[in-house]
Each structure stands twice: as structure tokens, then as C-alpha cells.
């Protein structure tokens, strides 16, 4: 019953699971403008340091994110309503879109009524990346390790390690400052319960035994088992996002069957078409919700062989498979580090990772600059930098919720 009284907060997930295009770049921002800013459901800091821990982990960031702002508010059951009720739409939308391109396979996909939702989600981490800055850097050391970060994590930025290794470089350089508890407060010992990381190594083993069996055994069910292997593994190790998803993905379904020792050893290996892969990829960038529902649409296109109920299978085993290391990553580590923080050498590394965060977040700025079409003497480059300033002023100065932003940026693509 106690869940009853959560039915706003939950309203709020659902029209930010609608709302919420440009993937982790733009989750961040609207975050920050919808569960900060207008309900005050967490505070700038809570929100800054729950992005910052989930930057260490592997899995989706921003989901993981909204799992912990859940979390905060009703434990655990809250939490994982609130994981569902994020990811369902856009994976009910990939999900679907594998029935699409099964039946009509030549069709084209693009749409110009999202060709404005990446300058506005480079708008919405601009905003982001300002208050961020405002709260987390305020002194040399913290100036110089965003510096370092941003040039770092720009430089290399598809390199999936990156981001962890800076965390944690970051955390180290402030651990040992001057800076001390606003208040002292005494450490109570902490009973750790291991019952989700015991849970996530187990499922990995099991799935990794049955998996395998059913490739040597050649069951007539292999492809689920082998599917459900395939993206646990990919949530358990991705870090860097949906940005490193692909190139797995890529790999594993389009480069690997047809490698020599591979179709030898496995004919039945699943094969996925990289023209097929890439339009979902693409499609996913241009709806709300998580980059890793991808996996839902990849799920369903390695299963449409098998008819339209195996395929519905395999998007529900894309979609599950994916996000489950996350959610049970997150909802272990985090007590464990809210416990940790409490030691002065914990709290005082918080200040590097924060200031980290920002310096990712300015890279990512930069990182999407380059890959927009900029131009200013040509119209499009001209509106693209024009949506990109009204966005973050819009964010700034004004009290326009995040959904009208995005609306806004679709109807301009409608007319232009």
C-alpha cells in the first residue's frame, strides 16, 4: 500500500520515459531540469553524485541513474518499478520496430522529424554541464582534474575503459586534501548483503553453462539460451554506454559467423544483417528512453527466423538480458558506497570524481559538436547552433518543463 502514495513520482518516470530523446548526453539534463528543478524529488548534488557512481559501473548510466533516484525515494521495490516503467517504451517501440523491418525490410526508416533532437540534446548537457560545474568545481585541483578529464575522455573517447579509469584517477588525486565533514559523524559497522552480487555472478554462470551446452548439443531452442548469454555478458561488461553496445553487437552478430573457425565450429551461430543492425541503432537515437533498448530490437530480428512468437521471445530476452546486470549491479554496490563515503578519505575522493563527472560531460559536449552539422553558412548548420542556444537558455531562464523542449524540437523538424 505504501506504494500508492509514489504514483506521482512514478507519473514523472513515465512521461520522462516519453520524453527523454538524446540519449545519455540529453537523460542527464532533463533529470536534472524534471526530478530536480520542478518536483525536487533529489537534490543537484544527490543527482551529480548518483551520476558519478554509476559512471564506475558497467551498464547503462542514466538508467542506472533513475533506478537510484527511485531507490532514494522507496527502496527497492520503488526502484525496480521505476526501471520498468523507463524502459518499457522504448523497448515496446524497438521491440515493434523488428516486426517492421521483418515485413517490410527495404522500407527507410528516417525520419526529419527527429533531425534537431541531437542539438538539443547537446542544449540539455550544456545546461547540465553548468550547474554541474557550479556545485563540483570550485578550486585549483578540482579545475585541473575536469581539465584533464575533458581532454582525456575526448581524445579517447570510444574507448569504454576510460571513463571508470578517470574515476577513479580522480577520486585518488582529492582523497588526500585538506577538506573535511561539514559534520563529524560517528561510522556504525555495516552488515554488506551479498544476495544480488551472489545473484548476478550466478545467472552469469548458468547462462554461460546453458548456453554453451545448447550451442554443442544443438538444441532446438539454442538461440534464446545463446541470445539471453550473449546480452547479459554485454550489460555486465559495456561501460561508456550504447556508443560501445554497438561495436559489440556488431561483432558478435555480423563479423563473428562468418569467421572461418567460427562457422565451423558454430553453423548455427546467429546472424544478424549489418544494414538491419545499424537501422535499429540508428532508430533507437531518435526516440525517448534508454540507448540499450537496442537490445530489444537485436533481440527480435536474431529470432525472426523462428516465427512471430520466438520472435516476440527474443525481444523480451533482448530487453531482460540487458538490463538486468545493471539493475543488479547498482542495487548492491550503491548501500555499499554510501556506507564507504562516510570515511574522510571516501568523502574527500567524492570532490575529484564529481569534478571528473563535469570534465566527461564538457567532452561529450565537445564530442557531439564535432559530429553536428555546424556549418553557419548553410541554413541547417545555422538552426542546429540556434536550437542549441534557445535550448539552454529555455533550461536557464525559464520554467518551460523538458517536454515541450523536445516537442518544440520535433515540430521544427516537421516544418523545416
Known amino acids: 500500500m505504501t506504494l ?59 538508467t542506472q541513474t533513475l533506478t537510484l533516484i527511485g531507490y532514494k525515494r522507496g527502496g527497492v521495490s520503488l526502484a525496480i518499478l521505476t526501471l520498468l516503467i523507463w524502459i518499457l517504451p522504448a523497448s ?3 521491440g515493434a520496430l523488428s516486426f517492421l523491418l ?43 582534474v575536469m581539465g584533464i578529464a575533458l581532454i582525456v575522455t575526448f581524445i579517447f573517447f570510444k574507448t569504454p575503459w576510460i571513463f571508470p579509469i578517470l574515476i577513479v584517477t580522480g577520486g585518488i588525486t582529492t582523497s588526500f586534501s585538506s577538506k573535511r565533514f561539514p559534520e563529524k559523524e560517528k561510522i556504525k559497522p555495516r552488515q554488506i548483503k551479498w544476495g544480488n552480487i551472489w545473484l548476478f555472478a550466478l545467472i552469469f554462470i ?38 560501445v553496445l554497438l561495436p559489440m553487437m556488431l561483432d558478435q552478430y555480423v563479423e563473428r559467423p562468418v569467421a572461418p573457425k567460427v562457422a565451423v565450429r558454430n553453423p548455427h551461430a546467429i546472424k544478424i544483417d549489418r544494414e538491419d543492425l545499424l537501422t535499429g541503432y540508428g532508430f533507437v537515437r531518435a526516440i ?43 542495487l548492491f554496490f550503491f548501500p555499499v558506497w554510501q556506507y ?21 560531460m564538457g567532452a561529450a559536449i565537445c564530442y557531439l559538436l564535432s559530429t553536428a552539422h555546424l556549418q553557419l553558412l548553410s541554413l541547417e548548420g545555422v538552426i542546429n547552433v540556434a536550437v542549441i542556444c534557445c535550448t539552454f537558455l529555455t533550461l536557464k531562464f525559464t520554467n518551460i518543463p523538458a517536454p515541450f523542449v523536445v516537442l518544440a524540437c520535433i515540430l521544427l523538424g516537421w516544418v523545416f
Open 102 to 144: 521483418t515485413e517490410y525490410p527495404a522500407h527507410n526508416f528516417t525520419n526529419d522529424l527527429f533531425q534537431y533532437i541531437q542539438p538539443m540534446a547537446i542544449g540539455f548537457l550544456v545546461y547540465a554541464c553548468v550547474r554541474a560545474f557550479n556545485i563540483s568545481v570550485n578550486n585549483f585541483i578540482t579545475s585541473a
Open 288 to 330: 525517448p528512453g534508454p540507448v540499450f533498448s537496442v537490445a530489444s530490437f537485436t533481440g527480435g530480428m536474431a529470432m525472426k527466423k523462428e516465427g512471430a512468437v520466438n520472435q516476440l521471445l527474443g525481444c523480451i530476452i533482448g530487453t531482460v538480458a540487458i538490463f538486468l546486470p545493471s539493475a543488479l549491479l547498482v
Open 4 to 62: 500508492f502514495r509514489h504514483i506521482p513520482f512514478l507519473k514523472t518516470v513515465f512521461l520522462h520515459s516519453l520524453t527523454a530523446f538524446g540519449g545519455p548526453q540529453g537523460h542527464i539534463g532533463m533529470m536534472l531540469k524534471t526530478f530536480v528543478h520542478k518536483y525536487h524529488y533529489i537534490s543537484e548534488e544527490e543527482l551529480i553524485e548518483y551520476n558519478s557512481f554509476c559512471q564506475i559501473l558497467p551498464g547503462a548510466s542514466s
Open 206 to 243: 548458468i547462462a554461460g553453462i546453458l548456453s554453451e551446452t545448447a550451442r554443442k548439443q544443438n538444441w532446438e531452442n539454442r538461440k534464446a539460451f545463446n541470445l539471453f548469454e550473449n546480452f547479459y555478458r554485454f550489460g555486465s561488461f559495456v561501460f561508456g554506454g550504447g556508443d
Open 340 to 360: 564507504l563515503k562516510k570515511f574522510v578519505a571516501v568523502y574527500r575522493a567524492l570532490e575529484g570524481i564529481n569534478a571528473v563527472v563535469v570534465g566527461v
Open 92 to 94: 515496446i517501440i524497438m
